[in-house]
């Protein structure tokens, strides 16, 4: 089985291919700004590296979010146009959670930095599982959260992801319809917020 991992969450781009629990080639480049102009030709720049079509590809996993506003619009928007065109499953996957898939401790939380001190956040027991759904939150909030549960705080950038753990977490995860896919902003941007 080989799955296209693609992430355009943050500033980075990450793209990488797996196959039968091997890395055959992870693409990681900051990127800010720049995503529309270089995630489909990092795409094609993974396939060719491992000799592969891109119907050689049997499911995708993209993460929808929570992050950049307009990073996770083109990672959903390539996704879905691949997995329509080549009619491969496509599974989402969570930015805060992919951020602590392969680590160990008691409880986690994960951020991601929303400015003004606020915080796009996840807290997961040992076994990954939501203790609080994903959720906008602010500092006097977590700190809340850090007193009571005690977590292994991860804020680290998305080079440290574990491509591996995170396929094998995702991989029997129910697919969605391409049709159906859309980005997980938890919070939509102060400017879109301020028209409603």
């Given at each position: 089985?080989?799955?296209?991992?693609?992430?355009?969450?943050?500033?980075?781009?990450?793209?990488?291919?797996?196959?039968?629990?091997?890395?055959l080639?992870?693409?990681?480049?900051?990127i800010p700004?720049?995503?529309?102009?270089?995630?489909?030709?990092?795409?094609?720049?993974?396939?060719k590296?491992?000799?592969l079509?891109p119907?050689?590809?049997?499911?995708i996993?993209?993460?929808?979010?929570?992050?950049?506003?307009?990073g996770?619009?083109?990672g959903?928007?390539?996704?879905k146009?691949?997995?329509?065109?080549?009619?491969?499953?496509?599974?989402?996957?969570s930015?805060?959670?992919?951020?602590?898939?392969?680590?160990k401790?008691?409880?986690?939380?994960s951020?991601?930095?929303?400015?003004?001190?606020?915080y796009?956040?996840?807290?997961?027991?040992?076994?990954?599982?939501?203790?609080?759904?994903?959720?906008?939150?602010?500092?006097n909030?977590?700190?809340?959260?850090?007193?009571?549960?005690?977590p292994?705080?991860?804020?680290?950038?998305?080079?440290?992801?574990d491509?591996?753990?995170?396929?094998?977490?995702?991989?029997?995860?129910?697919?969605c319809?391409?049709?159906?896919l859309?980005p997980?902003?938890?919070?939509?941007?102060?400017?879109?917020?301020?028209?409603?």
């Amino acid at each position: 089985m080989r799955y296209l991992f693609i992430d355009t969450s943050s500033a980075d781009v990450s793209i990488a291919i797996v196959e039968n629990d091997n890395i055959l080639v992870n693409i990681f480049k900051n990127i800010p700004n720049k995503h529309s102009v270089y995630t489909v030709s990092f795409i094609d720049e993974a396939l060719k590296k491992c000799n592969l079509k891109p119907n050689d590809i049997d499911k995708i996993l993209v993460v929808t979010g929570p992050g950049s506003f307009t990073g996770l619009r083109i990672g959903v928007t390539i996704a879905k146009i691949y997995g329509y065109v080549l009619k491969k499953d496509i599974i989402e996957v969570s930015s805060l959670k992919a951020k602590i898939l392969g680590k160990k401790a008691k409880y986690f939380l994960s951020l991601i930095d929303a400015r003004n001190n606020n915080y796009y956040t996840g807290l997961y027991d040992s076994n990954y599982n939501e203790i609080i759904k994903e959720s906008f939150k602010n500092e006097n909030e977590i700190n809340k959260l850090i007193e009571e549960y005690n977590p292994l705080i991860i804020k680290e950038n998305n080079e440290n992801y574990d491509i591996i753990a995170i396929i094998n977490y995702y991989k029997n995860h129910n697919s969605c319809n391409p049709h159906s896919l859309v980005p997980n902003y938890l919070k939509l941007p102060q400017a879109l917020e301020d028209k409603k």
